[in-house]
């Protein structure tokens, strides 16, 4: 791992028995990547753990140890028994576990507005209880609160697994506390070939790579290499300020390129 | 980490920029999860990772550390410069790189199949270049074989990342290689619950977790704790042989408990 990681390094962490059992497809963290890199972030790694305190410990130690800037936890935050993700987290950094004020309000707050009356059972107190020296993040559509806390030059993050719940915190309390980062939102472009194989490709897109070591150069087959009509998808992509005008030439260069092969070279 | 871990443990190492950068849903590791987890194998974690060499062999360093008895990598193993899977896996097993004649053949086979020419220029060597001391695996639709090597007790399967040719290969080359684990495939039962929030079913789901220790509860919220009409799916789950009966059990303890609670007890 590089010693330092760029000022935009973000890791994910996402946590439950049923993403390993192949129940539930993992779409939240997709959308954390999706959300990040639209705001010039870098995720940099995804790891998917079972809802084992020992698992949860381990991992998250890892990720601080690789030090990226924003560490966000998904999911095991709830009142139920194998909700473990905070004790986790807590053993990682070596802090107790306490009962937070503040998160106790917010749950007691959410209770209160429902028809019935809900007393505050141990399983609901225990949404309240976070890692010293963290700060619970308000769920407008759920229960179970976000939790922020610093360890070092990360910040830690958990979130619900909840994807409404996920999402609503993630974007009430998370996007607005990072920084403008110093590469800006992706550029990118697309491009579709037929008729040619991705091994024919592969010469001229490092040709393109070399020329242009800033953009982001990755060919995606959509159909067989022995198919009748392979599709090819090429995807240029930048998050290089002002690379529009470099994405452009690069696009020129490939058409050209490509055209004066002669028709199926393969 | 356990130090000795389960015959059965896998891990999946998850390769590319796209799936950082949320393009590409990772709907492969969630396939082989569905696979092994079918078979009565535990997948332990999984790891996403960008097209970067120190990346992927400091993931692939990591997961070998934690010796499970089968890792596989996604992803990589095509024509094109950012395919740089094996040269990772290379570098955390610290062997070389070398041609592989078997690799050849099948590389070679594959493009005289085509109704053109295809010579083989170095990128479609560069397929048949593997870690010293693995074998490939044939790939019935597509061009790049897969990889299998040894390293300790791990046997480490390299796939490539179009979803076909993944399935194609594990199927026919990797699911005959796992013995018969000690644990089953899973048996399962799923409850559905309305008119309680999950903080109130934490309770009886603690009871029924401790009654049957050899079974898996887990309860999914599938609307908001505050809907008028919140909905939980409870799964229970077990890879332990004959756990049937006691899923059974399980299930008329948990309808006879909740039953008894009074009606909207939140």
Redesign the interface.
């Known amino acids: 791992?590089?010693k330092t990681r760029r000022q935009t390094s973000i890791e994910v962490v996402s946590i439950g028995?049923?993403?390993?059992?192949?129940?539930?497809?993992?779409?939240n963290?997709?959308?954390?990547?999706?959300?990040v890199?639209k705001h010039g972030w870098?995720?940099?790694?995804?790891?998917?753990?079972?809802?084992s305190l020992?698992?949860i410990q381990?991992?998250i130690k890892?990720a601080l140890d690789r030090k990226p800037y924003l560490l966000v936890t998904i999911g095991g935050l709830?009142?139920?028994?194998?909700d473990m993700t905070l004790k986790g987290v807590a053993k990682a950094l070596n802090r107790p576990m306490a009962p937070n004020q503040d998160a106790l309000n917010l749950i007691r707050r959410?209770y209160s507005?429902?028809e019935?009356t809900?007393p505050l059972?141990?399983?609901?107190r225990k949404?309240a209880i976070l890692p010293e020296g963290s700060k619970p993040l308000p769920n407008p559509?759920?229960?179970a609160p976000g939790v922020i806390m610093k360890s070092g030059r990360t910040m830690i993050v958990s979130l619900p697994g909840?994807p409404?719940e996920m999402r609503a915190i993630f974007k009430g309390s998370v996007l607005p506390l990072l920084q403008t980062p110093h590469s800006g939102p992706?550029q990118e472009a697309f491009m579709f070939l037929t008729g040619i194989?991705?091994?024919a490709?592969?010469?001229v897109?490092?040709q393109a790579?070399r020329r242009y070591p800033a953009l982001?150069?990755?060919?995606?087959?959509r159909g067989?290499?022995?198919g009748v009509k392979p599709l090819i998808q090429i995807?240029i992509?930048s998050t290089a300020r002002g690379s529009q005008q470099k994405i452009g030439n690069a696009l020129t260069f490939l058409v050209h390129t490509l055209s004066s092969l002669a028709p199926?070279t393969?």
Do not use: C
């Open positions: 791992m590089p028995n049923e993403l390993l059992i192949g129940q539930t497809l993992d779409t963290s997709n959308w954390i990547a999706k959300q890199t870098t995720l940099e790694r995804v790891t998917q753990l079972g809802d020992v698992a381990h991992g890892e709830g009142p139920t028994h194998d959410h507005a429902m019935n809900v059972t141990s399983h609901r949404m559509i759920g229960t909840v409404g992706p194989i991705e091994s490709l592969a010469p897109l490092q790579q982001y150069f990755k060919s995606h087959p067989k290499e022995t995807h992509y199926r393969y």
